[in-house]
């Protein structure tokens, strides 16, 4: 009973331990989705587009007319020495609305490429932080591995100094050393290059440290196959972005057609008279309010508008073929992702296993070297392979949670 309470104490330590990694992940895409310039620039353009719906939405700038008669003009209350007119053109009925329907739609489709981007920027500092882990741990099994060769150097000379052993092992190890002081140089090397990477990612210094946990935790497939597919499609940016310029396009139609209707003109004139000593009216020289001016403007010309239409409904077409093919690719997308986690689920199940097999021979391997000369050469062999495995179970783990991280790029998250 007691061993089944350490046990559970175990794993609820385990879980608090992967729940405040995840943690510490998600205030990095916070600061990511903060702090990214390109995401940043991505939302002006969606504000930008936004912006223009007031514009295609309002009426046409009045018209004022000014005019002044050098020889005044005689009429009845006197001499008319200037005119000023308004001048105001009306649309026909529902045209602006349509225009600004457009504009509305073009915008939402900004917007989903704001949130694709974003969730594209969450998938890539996913995997960096996951690379950057990788690399810590490969860092660590390095060193423990060249502390377990010294161990191995310091044995042979021990024996060779007996007489049982040969300079050759010595040597032989010397060159394991070598290549594997090498790879841990090249794992130094790399941690710097995936930091720098995450942290521009980030938008913060270059060389601000980096939290990962000592073990990383393995996602898990957020919907079953069949549903992922389907969630794909109802939710993925790509596509919404795609029916949105669909619908802009169906507007554009609806513009088409209305701007080969007529248009209106409505306007007043105000009169400024001056005083004609000639006239005893009592109205002499009181000024003239003319109104209404009443006009229409008749497009006659018919090729233009027969061009609009038509090309608004080749973009309708050009928009639903585009949103078939994406579909047609994120399905293989997926599928290929899914065959990448279903295959690192794999090799962690078999790299966990090979790492057991692998230490306990070279336990084995170890106490036969220390009652005799033979196998040194296969004991530096299975330490290459527990090596070897160890790396790969990492790696794995680091595909694994990857190919998650993009399933859920493809869902928009």
């Not at 549903?227 to 609806?254: C, G, P, R, V």
């Not at 293989?332 to 078999?350: A, P, Q, S, W």
Request: no cysteine; hydrophobic share 40%; glycine share 4%.
């Amino acid at each position: 009973m007691k061993k089944v309470k350490i046990f559970l104490s175990l794993i609820l330590l385990l879980l608090a331990h992967f729940a405040q990694a995840q943690e510490e992940l998600n205030d990095y895409l916070k600061i990511a989705a903060t702090n990214n310039p390109g995401l940043k620039a991505m939302f002006s353009d969606y504000m930008a587009a936004m912006e223009q719906v007031p514009q295609v939405g309002a009426l046409p700038d009045p018209m004022v007319a000014f005019g002044y008669f050098i020889n005044p003009n005689e009429v009845k209350n006197g001499k008319q020495r200037l005119n000023i007119g308004l001048e105001q053109s009306f649309p026909w009925f529902g045209l602006l609305s349509a225009k600004a329907d457009v504009a509305t739609e073009f915008a939402k489709s900004k917007y989903e490429d704001f949130e694709n981007e974003k969730s594209n920027l969450f998938f890539e500092v996913k995997t960096a932080y996951y690379n950057f882990y990788f690399i810590e741990k490969s860092i660590r099994i390095a060193k423990e591995n060249i502390e377990i060769l010294e161990v191995f150097k310091r044995l042979s000379l021990v024996k060779i100094e007996a007489g049982t052993a040969t300079v050759v092992d010595e040597l032989r190890v010397e060159l394991e050393l070598n290549d594997l002081e090498n790879e841990l140089a090249l794992f130094l090397d790399t941690k710097d290059a995936l930091g720098i990477k995450f942290n521009n990612l980030l938008n913060r210094n270059r060389l601000a440290e980096i939290e990962v946990p000592d073990t990383l935790w393995q996602d898990q497939l957020p919907f079953d196959k069949l549903n992922m597919i389907e969630e794909i499609y109802a939710t993925n940016h790509q596509l919404k972005s795609l029916d949105h310029k669909l619908n802009a396009f169906l507007n554009q139609e609806i513009v088409a057609k209305k701007e080969g209707l007529p248009k209106f003109n409505i306007g007043i004139e105000y009169s400024v008279i001056g005083k004609d000593p000639a006239i005893a009216s009592v109205n002499n020289g009181m000024d003239m309010v003319l109104f209404p001016k009443v006009g229409i403007s008749i497009p006659l010309y018919r090729k233009k508008y027969t061009a609009l239409i038509k090309e608004a409904k080749f973009m309708q077409e050009s928009q639903s073929l585009q949103k078939e093919d994406k579909k047609n690719t994120l399905s293989t997308v997926f599928e290929t992702t899914l065959k990448d986690y279903n295959d690192g689920d794999r090799r962690i199940t078999l790299n966990l296993n090979q790492s057991s097999i692998a230490k306990k021979v070279l336990n084995l391997l170890i106490v036969a070297y220390s009652t005799n000369s033979k196998d040194f050469e296969e004991v530096l062999r299975i330490e290459r392979q527990l090596l070897k495995y160890q790396l790969e179970y990492e790696k794995a783990i680091t595909d694994k949670n990857a190919s998650i991280a993009f399933m859920n790029y493809l869902i928009g998250q």
